[in-house]
Every structure is written in structure tokens, then in C-alpha cells.
């Protein structure tokens, strides 16, 4: 290349390495990228293309090195080769923003719970989770998952936090197609992370506005004649350090039924293990987007007590973690881990099942 042209190169590299900066200089933070839809879809290409590049040539180099240690000559990987690893990393980039900006399709799992009363036999809940509705989520794709949920027949809609990236103001006709929500037993929610990053109070006003029933550090009971459930829901792990309260599952199971089954939304995993330890039947978390691509799920679980996909059996405790409905619009690429919303089906734990089964091993 000329200079004139590797000089280019350079500066759009640098530009688009800086998209978490740009980001804070269009709204004052780094989760809000204020700027049309189209520029944020491309700041996400070109800022994974260069995370995938650099892991790449990395890869190239280290082989590159042990091929010379083993010749033990000098040893150089011809500029086609690197120049080809710059077209798969643009490639896998596109493909895993594509991935990620789809409405997704519902996801069926079933889950046994231990004294589920008969009454509540293939009882339904849909959870929705890390929406992250933005400039990259908007209104209109708010809109088409809405009308899916709807269509997914459950007696309960859940969503486990992370609703939006953005204030109130930001986002307030992003967020209004989630009015239409609805479930015969209706709609419940906690809030996550990201609620709190954009005026906490704010938010869980006007989520209940829009028709939500917040359950921070509390529960409702679900009836079905004289049958219960228990729905409790948490604050999330970085409320304190905006001077809100923690989590206390103590405070939302209090005056809770006896004997009803648990059921647990927590945005964030981690404590699973806790919520075992209080007889929860069931916890339906998110948070951690799925890993976002096999490889990088491994740093997600060093954060999140080592739950990052899917079901887990935790001391005889069902915890689901959802890959996300949505995805931060800072690092909006997924390959391998698919949003999802996720349709639960309900069944009573049968006489030879183990409620308590072994714990948690490390591993979906």
C-alpha cells in the first residue's frame, strides 16, 4: 500500500476504535449511541471487525512464531494470508451483527418443579430479557417482539431487566410498543443493570405506566383456586452504588405462602446458589447475552458464578439463564449464542426424580 493509503486505513481504524467514546460525546454515556440506526449498525461492524482482526492476526502471529522456532530459520506469513484474515474477520463481524439485530423466534423448554400443585400442570411463562431497546432496538422492532410474545399463548409474561439503553426521554416512543404486552395472568418485571445507569426512579415509573408490575424485591402470588405460585423478583447487584437497595431475597419472599413453589426473576446469575439455599423451584435470569460467541462465554463465566447460557441444575434448583432478547448497542454481535424469547411449560417433578440432585458442575 502507499502511505497515503495506509495513513487512511489507519485513521478509520482509530475512528471506529473509539465508538464507546463517540458514543459518550452523542448522549453522556457509553450504553446510549445516540446517531441514526445506520451508524450505529456500521460502528458495530467495523468495531467487532477490528476485535476479530486483532485476535486473528494474533493467532497468525503465535503460528507464525512456532513455525520458525521449529525450522529454526526466519519465517514470515505471506500479505495475502493476513489480508485474507482481514476479509473473514469483515465477514464474521457482518454475520454476527446480522445475527443480532433479528427479532427472535421463542424458545420451548420445559422444566419439572417438585410439588407443582395439579392445578398448574403445563402453566406457561414467556421471558423476555435484555431488550436494550435504543437506537439499534427502536420502536419498530419493539413492536414486532411484542406482537410475537403475544402470539406465544402463555399464561404469564416475564421480563428480567435491561429494558432499555438510554433516559426516559431518550427513549420514551422506543419503549411505548411495550404497552401492548399481555398474558392472561399478566405482565411482571424486574429491572436490571442498565435501569439504573439512566435514572433508576424515572424508569420504574414509567414502566409501571406502561402497564408492568415491578416486583424489586418483592412477590406476587399466582392463584389458581386454591393453588399457588409465588413470582418474586430482585433489584439488581449495582443498585447500591447508585444509593438504591441491593437484592434481599429475604425481603421478597416475606409473607410469602408456605408450601408454594418459587419461582425467582434476577437479572443477574450469580447468586443462584443463594436462592437454592431459600428453596427457590425455579430462577429465570439473563444479563450476560449468552456469552455472545463461544470462546468469549468463558470471560462471561468468571463474572457471573460461572452461569452464562441455558439451564443449569443448581442443588436441585432450575436456573435458566436467557441469551438475551436484544443486546447492548455497544457490542451488538452474536455468532453462536442466538437471542431468544424463551416459553417455559410448567410439569410436576415426578416420584423418581431427586429434588435434590447434585450441584452445579461448571457446565450448561
Keep these: 500500500m502507499s502511505l497515503w493509503l495506509k495513513a487512511g486505513v489507519a485513521l478509520l481504524l482509530l475512528f471506529a476504535s473509539q465508538f464507546h467514546f463517540w458514543n459518550r460525546l452523542s448522549s453522556g454515556s457509553i450504553f446510549a449511541p445516540e446517531f441514526p440506526r445506520g451508524v450505529v449498525i456500521l460502528f458495530n461492524w467495523a468495531f467487532a471487525a477490528i476485535v476479530l482482526l486483532a485476535m486473528l492476526q494474533l493467532l497468525l502471529d503465535i503460528g507464525t512464531l512456532a513455525t520458525a522456532i521449529l525450522r529454526r530459520s526466519t519465517t514470515a506469513a505471506p500479505d495475502g494470508l493476513r489480508y485474507a484474515i482481514a476479509g473473514l474477520a469483515a465477514l464474521i463481524s457482518a454475520i454476527g451483527v446480522s445475527n443480532a439485530l433479528r427479532v ?52 404469564l409474561i416475564v421480563v428480567t431487566g435491561d429494558f432499555i439503553d438510554g433516559s426516559v426521554a431518550m427513549r420514551r416512543a422506543d419503549v411505548a410498543p411495550l404497552r401492548a404486552l399481555r398474558a392472561p395472568d399478566g405482565v411482571y418485571a424486574i429491572p436490571g443493570n442498565h435501569e439504573y445507569f439512566f435514572d433508576y426512579a424515572a424508569w420504574m415509573r414509567h414502566l409501571d405506566g ?43 419472599l416475606r409473607g410469602a405462602p408456605a408450601g408454594a413453589p418459587i419461582l425467582l426473576l434476577d437479572h443477574q446469575p450469580r447468586n443462584a446458589r443463594n436462592a437454592a439455599a431459600h428453596g427457590v423451584a425455579l430462577q429465570l435470569s439473563g444479563h450476560t447475552h449468552g456469552g455472545v460467541a463461544p470462546g468469549f462465554d468463558r470471560l462471561f463465566a468468571r463474572a457471573n458464578g460461572g452461569f452464562v447460557s441455558g439451564r443449569y441444575d443448581v442443588a436441585g434448583m432450575t436456573l435458566y439463564v436467557g441469551n438475551g432478547t436484544g443486546l447492548w448497542p455497544g457490542f451488538a454481535v452474536r455468532l453462536g449464542r442466538p437471542s431468544e424469547m424463551t416459553r417455559f411449560t410448567l410439569h410436576a417433578a415426578g416420584p423418581d426424580l431427586n429434588p435434590r440432585a447434585p450441584a452445579f458442575s461448571g457446565r450448561p
Excluded: C
Design 104 to 155: 427472535p423466534p421463542v424458545k420451548d423448554v420445559a422444566v419439572t418443579i417438585t410439588g407443582l400443585p395439579p392445578r398448574f400442570e403445563g402453566y406457561r411463562i414467556l421471558q423476555l430479557t435484555d431488550l436494550h431497546i435504543s437506537r439499534l432496538f427502536p420502536a419498530r422492532w419493539a413492536k414486532a417482539v411484542v406482537t410475537r410474545a403475544n402470539a406465544a399463548g402463555t399464561d
Design 210 to 252: 406502561l402497564g408492568f408490575r415491578m416486583l424489586p424485591n418483592s412477590h406476587a402470588v399466582l392463584s389458581r383456586d386454591d393453588a399457588q405460585l409465588v413470582l418474586a423478583g430482585l433489584t439488581d447487584l449495582s443498585a447500591p452504588s447508585v444509593g438504591q437497595p441491593g437484592p434481599d431475597l429475604d425481603s421478597a
